[in-house]
């Protein structure tokens, strides 16, 4: 699996993991020289704080394209340090 945005190539791996039709990609898979710490977080009620990254290729920025639970609840444990995409950033397989 493959999460692209701006004809760059943001995370790579053979193995996600899929929690509500989105994939996570393990923290090794990210390429982090096109992530910018953000200061938005999210509450999900079953997995926890989400904590989001803006992504920047090419001098171009996507807000917040990308998510991760830092301290999931136990019921998420498996994604902890996983990161999502949305925002346009495109899944290929």
């Not at 993991?17 to 999900?44: K, M, Q, W």
């Not at 090419?58 to 990308?66: I, M």
């Amino acid at each position: 699996m493959r999460a692209v945005w701006n004809g760059a190539v943001l995370a790579e791996s053979e193995h996600t993991e899929v929690v509500e039709g989105n994939h996570y990609f393990p923290p090794e898979s990210i390429d982090r020289r096109y992530f910018v710490a953000s200061t938005t977080t999210t509450l999900c009620p079953w997995k926890g704080t989400a904590s989001y990254w803006t992504v920047r290729v090419d001098g171009a920025s996507n807000p917040d394209a990308a998510w991760y639970y830092p301290e999931p609840s136990e019921a998420a444990a498996r994604i902890r340090h996983h990161v999502a995409f949305w925002r346009g950033v495109t899944i290929e397989d």
